[in-house]
């Protein structure tokens, strides 16, 4: 495969998630001065599932009868735009209004982008380009709050939320140059969606998930991974300063930790391609994430929760690289955007559900309980996906080497 476009693709998501870490710190800030209520800005975070759940009933059957590449330029554009806006309000209803409108355009980008992904890497190359853009992706987690500080040092939060306006349209700009994908290899299905088509659409995605149980089981299991990590990181801060006792700069330090864990694995995972097994990843990465959440929530000092940190951004790393990977390769490429909307959705009311849950248990109780029974639940998790993936009589599901085309719709 020529790497040229890919790694154009995989530039123009490295601007833009670069940029996104800094707009979040400088909004939580910017909220923060205009309220002084901690509140206030854990509203911010709220608005993420909420848009997601507005959102993803309908969008699936949008994306998929539209020009991906287009729409992942307007969104990029529409965001741009917003985000630009941002620093000219005065009034923080018409702040959550535009974080709304700009989490709503982020939850349509996200699978847009995965489908038109998959339509530009082939199969074989898949899993490299995946563990290259986890390798990106934690690189934003690591720079973004560094250049944020550098920012705030010369300027201040509203130029930072702007210069990531600025990195949007960038990456507008970048996407502009890859191929049209739907005019070279297929005809973009052009019909008004209606409230029909999107119910009929929901009802395939059934069909299809009963049909293939075991890569909508895979799918729902790696959700929950997703669901506990959100749930669990809820209560990260809380924990490791006033469980652990630890300072602002070196709970930052500890964050850091875990971005050269996301670094590291994401290396190896594309150094090492051919010699990692999908199932492999999947099964090791869950089961060691939970684990290192586990070590985390039975720390006392900081070098056990730097070792826990570590532990499950590393195997994170390995965990999703190699569920992308089999995402990409068993979901027909035509009902994706449909197939993780729908999922998506049932996905987001978990993650309101469990994160409102753990929050409670929290001041019900003691931190850290709640840390260790939530750590031991996602063990449990992390054995039962084991469990499922590494049945020898799936295995053909973990193929690299030819794309799985019989499978029906």
Known sequence: MKWKDPLLLLSGIGISNLGAWVYLIALNLIVLDMTASPLAVSVLYILIPVATL??????????????KRNLMIVLDVIRAVLIFALPFMDSIVLIY?????????SSIFEPTSMVYMTKLVPKGDRQRFNALRNFINSCGFILGPSIAGVLFLFGS??????LNAVALFISAVIILFLPNLELRNEKVISEKVSMAIIFNDWKRVVSFSKLHTHIALVYVLFSGVIVFMS???????????????????????????????IIAGSLINALFTKYLKLYILIGFGSISTSVG?????????????????????????FANTGFLTFYQNNVPVEMMGRFSSVFGLIEAMFIILFTAAIGMFAELFEI??????????????????????????????????????????
């Open 54 to 67: 507005c959102t993803n009933f309908w969008s699936g059957s949008f994306i998929d009868r539209l020009n």
């Open 97 to 105: 209004v535009f974080v709304f409108m700009i989490n709503i355009a």
């Open 293 to 317: 959440y586990l070590i985390f929530s039975f720390s006392s000092n900081f070098i056990l929760a730097a070792i826990g940190f570590f532990l499950l951004t590393f195997a994170l790393s």
């Open 368 to 409: 850290r309980a709640t840390y260790i029974a939530g750590s031991i639940a996602f063990l449990i998790l992390g054995v039962v996906i084991n469990v499922v993936v590494l049945n020898n009589s799936k295995r053909n599901y973990y193929h690299q080497e030819e794309a799985y085309s019989n499978l029906s719709l």
């Open 231 to 261: 749930a669990l990181d809820s209560l990260e801060a809380a924990f490791a300063t006033e469980v652990l006792s630890l300072s602002e700069s070196t709970y930052g330090f500890l964050v850091s930790i875990a971005g050269m864990g």
């Open 157 to 162: 939060p509203y130029l930072a939320i702007q």
